[in-house]
């Protein structure tokens, strides 16, 4: 079972729900982050309605209600984590995979040109939600929709030494 302590972020103090989860096959009582002020922990705890497309044991897809096409779809994980920096590896792997479940639904449902998935984290990347998400977004030609940036080459040196920083500031794997 997991360790209860490795669902608290950094400065945690959020009180906590109460959830079953499925581990090999047998039931274990588990504790979610919630926190009462966001509207993404209403919508898990029952608060608030919402449009779900999808629900297992630690995620949720519902419908954005202000979608930046139709068909945009949120996938995320039922614990509070206010972004990538603090959501732990197999919880971001599970919203991921909710999101790519949801994503072949939007596919076989809808037929786009394409499709975004979009995760920001912080005010200078419009993340405007602080509960990890991810954004399932229907594209179709012509939508006009700005989330893509112009492709213009980049000079070579900088690239490879940007690069470099990167690699030297990854953290090692589990």
């Known amino acids: 079972m997991p360790d209860p302590a490795a669902f608290d972020a950094p400065g945690g103090g959020l009180p906590r729900i109460s959830c079953v ?3 090999r096959g047998r039931p274990q009582e588990v504790t979610l982050k919630h926190d009462p002020d966001c ?28 979608p930046a096409n139709p068909g945009h779809v949120l996938a995320i994980p039922k614990a509070h984590w206010k972004d990538v920096h603090t959501i732990p590896d197999h919880v971001i792997a599970a919203t991921v995979q909710t999101a790519k479940r949801i994503a072949s639904a939007v596919e076989a449902a809808l037929s786009p040109h394409g499709i975004n998935l979009v995760q920001a984290n912080g005010p200078g990347a419009a993340q405007s939600i602080f509960h990890f998400h991810m954004h399932v977004v229907p594209r179709h030609k012509g939508d006009e929709l700005k989330l893509n940036w112009g492709l213009r080459p980049g000079d070579m040196a900088q690239v490879e030494a940007i690069a470099e920083r990167i690699k030297r500031c990854i953290p090692p794997a589990d």
Do not use: H, R, W
């Open 39 to 66: 509207i993404f922990c209403k919508i898990v705890a029952g608060e608030i309605p919402s449009f779900k497309v999808y629900e297992d044991e630690p995620t949720l897809g519902f419908m954005d209600i202000n």
């Open 21 to 23: 989860e499925q581990l």
